[in-house]
């Protein structure tokens, strides 16, 4: 999955982020289930699952105090 551009996570509307964080959440928690059991090959990619559950959660708030 490429990274994603905060400009394309802002044109979203606050029903799809509130879906795209849970989505980033749930694979989140998956990956550290994956890292703990020794499965997961690319360590990176919870990396950038944490940036973007990040980049969902500002552009929410952003809405949510305009």
């Given at each position: 999955?490429?990274k994603?551009k905060?400009t ?7 029903e ?5 964080l ?6 989140a928690?998956?990956?550290?289930l994956q ?10 990619r ?10 969902v ?5 952003q809405r949510?105090?305009?």
């Open positions: 999955m490429p994603v905060f394309e996570i802002s044109e979203l509307s606050i799809e982020l509130s879906t795209r849970r989505d980033l959440k749930e694979e928690l998956n990956l550290r890292q703990a059991t020794g499965q997961l090959e690319n360590t990176a919870r990396r950038v699952v944490r940036r973007e559950i990040a980049q959660m500002t552009a929410i708030n949510k105090s305009a």
